[in-house]
Structure formats: C-alpha cells, structure tokens
C-alpha cells in the first residue's frame, strides 16, 4: 500500500529541497501501486500525464512516493503560479478552515467573497465600474460569461476561435476548437456557437489587422452582429498551443465589438495571475475586456473561477440567475486573498517576465542548433517551443511527445499542446528558482539530441 506515511512524507513549501532527485526510475515501485489502484478504480477517460504519485510539492519541485524530486516546468496547468503550498495560501486555509468551510455564499454571505470581488474589480483592466461574480472551475466561470453576455445584450450567438479552449462542460465543449480528446463522441453540443479563424502568426503569415479582417469578415456575413451576443477569446492560446496573435488583432476584435455592441469576453482563465508578465496578459496587448474570465493560478491550488466586467454588463442577470453550492467557497477565498496579496506585495509580474527571458535564451540558443524548433513563442512564464518540419513546416507531434516522455523520465515536469500535439510548453511556478530553471531546461535540451 502507499498509504503516505506522515515520517517520512517531506512537507510541501518552500523549504523542500530545492533540487532534482531521482532514486529510482519513473515511475517507482510505490507511484506503480499507485497508478495501478488508479487503473482500477478511476475512470479511463481521467488521464494522467506524469507517472507517479505526488506526495508533495513547493518552490519548483514536485515529490513523489519514491523520494524523487521533480522540477516543475507545469504547474498543474500554470495554477500553482504563487508556488505550490505557498505558505500564506496555507495558513489562509487553516485559518479559514477552522473557523467555517462553508456556509454557501447565496445563503449566509460571509466578507472574504465580497474582498476577492473587489480585488478583482481593482485589478482587471480598466478604470470603468466593475463587478464580479465567483464560481468554482474555469469552464463554469466562460459558461457564465456567456450568460451574462447573452441576458445583457438579448441576443444569442457566440464566437469562438480556431484553436481555442474554454472547457469540458457541454456549453463550453462547444466553444473548444479541438475534437481530440476534449469533444469526440461527447455531442451534440450546445447550439449558436461559430467558430472564426485566429491570427497564428507562425503559420497564416497574417498581420494582426488583416488577421482580424479575416475573422470580422465571417462574424458579418455568417452571424451579423445584431445577432451576435459576444465574441470570446483567449489573448495567448492555451491548450491550442501558447498561440501569441500578431499585433492589433486583438485590438481591432475589440474595436469592432464595441463599435456593434458585442461583449468582449477574454478568457484569462490560463494567462491570468501574473502567468504572462503582467497580472492579466490583455494588459500586454492593451487592450480593454468587457468582460473577463480568471481561475487556475487566482487561488495558489485551491479551486476557484470568476467573471469579472462592466457593472452594467454584470448586473444584467436577475437576482438569482447566477450562483452555485460551492461557487466563492471560503476556504477558497481566503487562498485567493492570500495568492492576490503576494501577487502584488511581491511583483509576481516582474518575476514572470525574468523568467520570460530566461525561457526565451535558452530556446532560442537550441532553436538555433535544432532546425526541428520551428518556433519559439509566448509571454512571461508561459513560453513554448513548436516542433515542425525545417521545410514544410509540418507539425511534428511525435517528437513532442518523444521529447516530453524523455524529460519526465529524466526528472523535469513538462506538458505537450497544440491543435497539432506538436508544441512543448513550459510554466514554471514562479517560485521556482534561475538555477533550477536552467537545469531544467538543460534537461530539455539533452532529451531533444537525445531524439536524432
Ligand atoms: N479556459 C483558457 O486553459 C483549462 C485544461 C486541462 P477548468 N485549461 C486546462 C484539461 O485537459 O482539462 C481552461 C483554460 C482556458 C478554460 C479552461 C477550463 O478551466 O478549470 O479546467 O474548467
């Protein structure tokens, strides 16, 4: 049994030893029990990336069973961007958890849901009134923006974009661009929802305007704006692949929804927090939301989502017509709190766009020596390489994965995304350490020669 036993256990945090130590293969005999009761007991369509069984995690390293210690270039899908078992965000939950864990917000509303509303409205772009609403997961915060858009504007169309992902639920399945795995045989899913094309600098060519052109087009002439309730949008594409549009594309989708009054919705549920360098990446492109959707790195692991926005926008539901058991549950307030203060006390931005240009040397150096890199892309701590023919540009997904199994194998966290499965990207917490970064990326490195 790995039943974890509380001596030999390292506590999480910062203060675990902040190195890559493998005692055994990956996975371990203690993570092979692990993942075996796993395969027996849990539902084949929950994957996993990362063979063992994490015991615990802090600064920039994830631990196993074994006694490996792992670098940590994921994050969990870049939410544990204050760090993992930051120690505010654990005494904000003691703290909480031992006065109340619940009392729903919709029943007996308590002040930690009121501050992490108002912090939210303080800190998203813009200086307009803003209001926020909290729910649990990213894709529950987009469904909600889209029913906020859609009671506010009394219309019903939604559009999404080539590459995009917005969640698993059934609305938000039908905005996620891609089949395999999130979609297939899951249907039929939810109607009055179009699909525009993205501005993918490295494969269309398209500046941001004629990108954006190409995309205003369709929206008018398949939808027309009087029927169109929002258009929704990641500002860096996640899953799809750490997609960075060419500059005003996103500036001019802006323009031509407020120009029609159509919601602009950006999902910030990946890039939010700090993630691209700023505390939210629209702030990197200057642009203004209408509406905004957060979750992953606001509450340091704890889960939580919002819709932030105009206040006119946000209080076009009836009293009532949002909410949920859990949704700005307070245990998961007071992490949030806690993650927002160190956000800001401790310039978390600064320190993702430090790491941005240690991502981008590194890779650029092996893009140089490795024609197979066609592109090396992205914003603060959330940076990727695309594999592709030096030639055609054809994507090459197996190499990604070669690549990313090998860096598991050899000690370094790293996830794979892409429409095409072809990109390797890399979302450090940013705890992590200069020197651990770079032995990660060294890893990366070797395991790529390692593929000729
Ligand atoms: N919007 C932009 O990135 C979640 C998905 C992992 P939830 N991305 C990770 C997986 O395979 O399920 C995501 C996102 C963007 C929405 C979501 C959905 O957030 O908290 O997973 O529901």
């Given at each position: 049994?790995?039943?974890?036993?509380?001596?030999?256990t390292p506590?999480?945090?910062?203060?675990l030893?902040?190195?890559?130590?493998?005692?055994?293969?990956?996975?371990?005999?203690?993570?092979?029990?692990?993942?075996a009761?796993?395969?027996?007991?849990?539902a084949?369509?929950?994957?996993?990336?990362v063979?063992?069984?994490?015991?615990?995690?802090?600064?920039?390293?994830?631990?196993d069973?074994?006694?490996?210690?792992?670098?940590?270039?994921?994050?969990?899908?870049?939410?544990?961007?204050?760090?993992?078992?930051?120690?505010a965000?654990?005494?904000?939950?003691?703290?909480?958890?031992?006065?109340?864990t619940?009392?729903?917000?919709?029943?007996?509303?308590?002040?930690?849901?009121?501050?992490?509303?108002?912090?939210?409205?303080?800190?998203?772009?813009?200086?307009?009134?803003?209001?926020s609403?909290l729910?649990?997961?990213?894709?529950?915060?987009?469904?909600?923006?889209?029913?906020?858009?859609?009671?506010?504007?009394?219309r019903?169309?939604?559009?999404?974009f080539?590459?995009?992902?917005?969640?698993?639920t059934n609305?938000?399945?039908?905005?996620?661009?891609?089949?395999?795995?999130y979609?297939?045989?899951?249907?039929?899913?939810?109607?009055?929802?179009?699909?525009?094309?993205?501005?993918?600098?490295?494969r269309?060519?398209?500046?941001?305007?004629?990108?954006?052109?190409?995309?205003?087009?369709?929206?008018?002439?398949?939808i027309?704006?009087?029927?169109?309730?929002?258009v929704l949008i990641?500002?860096?594409?996640?899953?799809?692949g750490?997609?960075?549009?060419?500059?005003?594309?996103?500036?001019?989708?802006?323009?031509?929804?407020?120009?029609?009054?159509?919601?602009?919705i950006?999902?910030?549920?990946?890039?939010?927090?700090?993630?691209?360098?700023?505390?939210?990446?629209?702030?990197?492109?200057?642009?203004?939301?209408?509406?905004?959707?957060?979750?992953?790195?606001?509450?340091?692991?704890?889960?939580?989502?919002?819709v932030?926005?105009?206040?006119?926008?946000?209080?076009?539901?009836?009293?009532?017509?949002?909410?949920?058991?859990?949704?700005?549950?307070?245990?998961?307030?007071?992490?949030?709190?806690?993650?927002?203060a160190?956000?800001?006390?401790?310039?978390?931005?600064?320190?993702?766009?430090?790491?941005?240009?240690?991502?981008?040397?590194?890779?650029?150096?092996?893009?140089?020596?490795?024609?197979?890199?066609?592109?090396?892309?992205g914003?603060?701590a959330?940076?990727?390489?695309?594999f592709?023919?030096?030639?055609?540009?054809a994507?090459?997904a197996?190499?990604?994965?070669?690549?990313?199994?090998?860096?598991?194998?050899?000690?370094?966290?790293?996830?794979?995304?892409?429409?095409?499965?072809?990109?390797?990207?890399?979302l450090?917490?940013?705890?992590i350490?200069?020197?651990?970064?770079?032995?990660?990326?060294?890893?990366?490195?070797?395991?790529?020669?390692?593929t000729?």
């Open positions: 049994m790995s039943t974890i036993d509380a001596v030999t506590l999480g945090g910062p203060t030893p902040q190195e890559r130590r493998l005692v055994t293969e990956i996975p371990g005999p203690r993570s092979q029990e692990l993942l009761r796993k395969a027996a007991a849990v084949a369509g929950v994957g996993h990336t063979p063992i069984e994490a015991v615990a995690a802090g600064g920039g390293v994830v631990v069973a074994d006694g490996n210690s792992l670098i940590d270039l994921g994050s969990g899908i870049a939410v544990t961007t204050v760090g993992n078992a930051h120690p965000v654990v005494a904000a939950v003691q703290a909480q958890a031992a006065q109340f619940h009392t729903c917000f919709m029943i007996s509303p308590y002040e930690s849901y009121v501050a992490v509303a108002e912090a939210l409205n303080r800190l998203t772009p813009g200086d307009h009134a803003k209001k609403a729910f649990n997961s990213g894709a529950e915060a987009v469904e909600n923006a889209v029913k906020i858009a859609r009671k506010h504007t009394g019903q169309a939604v559009v999404a080539d590459h995009g992902y917005h969640g698993r609305l938000t399945m039908a905005l996620t661009a891609k089949s395999m795995p979609k297939s045989g899951f249907g039929p899913f939810a109607p009055e929802v179009y699909r525009a094309p993205a501005s993918y600098p490295f269309d060519g398209l500046s941001g305007a004629d990108a954006a052109a190409r995309a205003i087009s369709l929206l008018e002439k398949q027309g704006a009087d029927n169109l309730a929002a990641e500002p860096v594409q996640g899953e799809g750490f997609i960075v549009p060419a500059d005003g594309f996103l500036n001019a989708l802006v323009d031509w929804c407020r120009a029609h009054g159509v919601v602009f950006a999902d910030e549920v990946q890039t939010g927090f700090a993630r691209t360098g700023a505390l939210f990446a629209s702030e990197r492109f200057g642009i203004v939301p209408d509406l905004i959707t957060t979750a992953k790195g606001i509450a340091g692991g704890l889960p939580l989502a919002a932030t926005g105009r206040a006119e926008i946000m209080d076009a539901a009836h009293p009532g017509g949002l909410g949920g058991t859990y949704g700005g549950n307070p245990v998961a307030c007071a992490a949030a709190l806690a993650a927002i160190a956000f800001e006390d401790d310039d978390l931005p600064a320190r993702a766009r430090q790491l941005e240009t240690v991502l981008k040397n590194r890779l650029a150096a092996l893009q140089q020596s490795d024609p197979r890199i066609g592109d090396v892309r914003l603060g959330m940076v990727a390489v695309e592709a023919d030096p030639v055609t540009k994507p090459d197996a190499l990604a994965a070669a690549v990313a199994k090998a860096c598991i194998a050899k000690g370094v966290i790293v996830l794979t995304c892409g429409t095409y499965g072809n990109v390797i990207r890399f450090p917490p940013l705890s350490g200069d020197d651990l970064l770079n032995e990660g990326l060294d890893v990366v490195a070797s395991a790529l020669a390692d000729r």
